[in-house]
């Protein structure tokens, strides 16, 4: 009789116990539950139900505005309108059947009174924006025209319409930034501290004792995440659309396209966690640097608030984060109905993240 010879070594069943293993983990940890699942649902349900942002009207000005006179200088100054004007006609007029900006303003000057006529497009969508908005504008023109009440002309007059619009939801803008909020945790808390754990304890070494490869390793650890954030992301876009009216325009193509984001998103933000891994000490080092890298894109990439409420200054800054293209992405493919070929503008800042993020990755990692 002739002896069997042993199977080959597979390191792909290696990989998907060591993904099994994980995943169980993660499920036994409590940071991983609530920062995955409980924090974005409870931020999700209390501003769900309060309604919301800061009390600001994003306005458009029509290219063919008249932005030399002191009606405009006033509006310009006013603290709650934010006054758009390097968006194109094309864009303002989408945003505004959207409901992204409150209306479209058109200033027109005469010889002849009323001297100044302010026509103002509104949207259906506009919801209390735009009523806010309207009340800024009846109350400069009656300011402007009070000194005017001798004559029998206005120096001010007000004209509007209204389009017919879908009304963007501040759920709508909540709910992707809750979820980029959830991937950045899981892949910048969880993979530091899962792998300076398997360091400090010493299992990687226990496995290089052992036929698996470096790539089993990593790519287990990935996708034990990987599921456990689809789980918790699809868990949060049901929550979200059946009980907040989170608008899905695509139904369940919608969710897949999602998911992708949330894919790619998570496989970047892993790379800050194999960064802090290699260059934390101990587990105590672990929070400090991760809170320096989610804490910024937490507050500054547009998780809570549109980024046009921030300073210039600001928005440059929040333009640099990959979570404010995550953010984006989200939001166009959930309710504009963009397909992945409309956003790749933002898949190419995460790409260029991903190569420069791996790649400092590359460099302070240590397997030993």
Not at 192 to 203: D, N, Q, R
Not at 314 to 322: C, E, G, H, M, Y
Request: aromatic share 12%; proline share 4%.
């Amino acid at each position: 009789m002739t002896n069997k010879q042993p199977k080959p070594y597979s390191n792909t069943k290696a990989t998907l116990a060591i993904a099994k293993a994980s995943f169980r983990s993660i499920l036994r940890s409590p940071s991983a539950v609530v920062f995955s699942l409980a924090f974005p649902l409870i931020f999700i349900i209390v501003f769900a139900n309060i309604g919301g942002s800061a009390i600001t009207a994003d306005v458009g000005v029509a290219k063919t505005c008249d932005t030399a006179n002191d009606f405009y200088r006033g509006l310009k100054t006013h603290k709650v309108a934010n006054l758009i004007t390097d968006q194109s006609t094309a864009d303002m007029e989408n945003n505004l059947s959207k409901g992204n900006i409150a209306a479209i303003i058109d200033i027109k000057k005469s010889t002849t009174p009323p001297y100044i006529t302010v026509n103002t497009r509104y949207s259906t969508a506009s919801g209390d924006k735009g009523n806010i908005f309207k009340m800024i504008l009846t109350n400069i023109a009656y300011n402007a025209n009070r000194p005017a009440q001798v004559g029998p002309s206005p120096v001010v007059e007000l004209t509007e319409t209204t389009i017919k619009g879908r009304a963007y939801k501040y759920i709508d803008f909540l709910l992707p930034g809750m979820l980029g909020f959830s991937l950045l945790s899981s892949g910048v808390f969880g993979t530091a501290f899962v792998f300076l754990s398997l360091l400090l304890t010493l299992v990687i070494n226990r496995f290089f004792s052992t036929p698996v490869k470096k790539y089993s390793i990593v790519l287990g650890e990935a996708f034990a995440r990987l599921v456990f954030s689809w789980i918790g992301a699809l868990f949060i876009i049901l929550v979200g659309h059946f009980f907040f009216g989170f608008t899905l325009i695509h139904g369940v193509t919608t969710v897949i396209n999602m998911l992708i984001l949330s894919a790619i998103g998570l496989i970047v933000f892993m790379g800050f966690g194999f960064i802090i891994s290699g260059i934390a000490k101990s587990d105590s080092s672990v929070p400090p640097l991760s809170n320096i890298i989610t804490l910024p894109q937490f507050l500054l990439s547009g998780t809570f608030f549109a980024t046009t409420a921030f300073p210039s200054w600001l928005q440059q800054l929040s333009n640099i984060l990959p979570l404010t293209y995550l953010n984006q992405a989200m939001r166009n493919v959930a309710f504009e109905g963009a397909g992945l070929g409309d956003v790749t503008h933002q898949l190419l800042i995460l790409g260029i993240w991903f190569v420069v993020v791996y790649g400092i990755a590359v460099k302070t990692f240590k397997w030993e």
